[in-house]
């Protein structure tokens, strides 16, 4: 096939199997506040810095091939931060919406937004709402922001529907939960990458990545480009899923 796209020719060189790339790839985007202090300039620089490079991974992303890319932006605990810094990200989440709505549109990226939305300012309630809608027709990569997520408030959001609906325990099920979830139609995650090394969840996806494959780089988020996405999936592609039985 010579139609390829310089991502796959990458992907391929690098002995990457297309026909076996990850379906979902969630990624834990860390590591913003370090990059910047480590330059000696401010965490929001940082943030940034962040913002820049997802734009290219969500890119590089759709072109190597990955259907569904879920990313942490901002956690339910991250409320704890110095005020400047949460309005400062606040900010600058409702300016990225608002400034790739067009590109995200004409580039069939298709928004979801996960998280205790109703809880962050009106502007970005509004802007998150403007970007799914105009997108939730499109048919390319499906793009989900977690913005004031948190695991444990997902699963226990939605006991709390089951409970209010007073359903019968014996016929609640796994599926009966996942259903529940913040993204219902979302499939598991299969590769997890945490950039800026820390060996932790940190409250991401709690239920959903009950099987998916951790990868955790060095490099913090803004310094994350295609050659870390690539190993990432050069990586998964040796693992050997097993979900508990012999594989
Ligand atoms: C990740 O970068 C972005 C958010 C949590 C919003 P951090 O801000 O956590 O960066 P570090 O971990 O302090 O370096
Ligand atoms: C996780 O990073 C949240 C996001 C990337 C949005 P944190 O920086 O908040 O995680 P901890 O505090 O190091 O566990
Ligand atoms: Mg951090």
């Not at 370090?34 to 969500?58: E, I, N, P, S």
């Not at 409702?94 to 790739?100: K, L, V, Y």
């Not at 969840?201 to 996405?229: H, K, R």
């Amino acid at each position: 096939m010579n139609s390829l796209r310089p991502i796959q020719k990458r992907a391929l060189a690098l002995g990457i199997n297309l026909e076996a790339l990850p379906k979902h790839l969630a990624i834990i985007m860390d590591g913003n506040g370090r990059f910047a202090t480590r330059q000696g300039l401010m965490r929001l620089w940082g943030h940034r810095q962040g913002y820049q490079t997802l734009k290219k991974v969500l890119l590089s992303s759709a072109n190597l091939g990955v259907d569904y890319l879920t990313v942490y932006a901002f956690s339910a605990e991250n409320w704890r931060r110095p005020e400047d810094e949460v309005s400062g990200l606040m900010t600058l989440i409702e300016e990225a919406a608002r400034h790739e709505l067009k590109g995200l549109r004409e580039n069939n990226v298709r928004v979801r937004v996960i998280g205790r939305t109703h809880e962050v300012p009106l502007g970005l309630q509004e802007a998150i709402r403007e970007m799914e809608e105009t997108t939730s027709l499109n048919t390319g990569i499906t793009f989900t922001l977690a913005i004031n997520y948190g695991g444990r408030a997902e699963i226990l959001d939605a006991v709390r529907g089951l409970l209010a609906e007073g359903a019968d325990p014996a016929t609640v099920t796994e599926e009966t939960l996942s259903g529940r979830m913040y993204g219902p139609d979302l499939p598991d995650p299969d590769l997890m990458i945490r950039t800026a090394g820390e060996l932790r969840w940190s409250n991401f996806l709690l239920w959903q990545a009950a099987y998916s494959e951790l990868y955790v780089t060095d490099a913090t988020w803004p310094e994350f480009g295609d050659e870390e996405l690539l190993k990432a999936v050069v990586h998964y592609q040796k693992r050997t899923r097993k979900f508990g039985g012999l594989g």
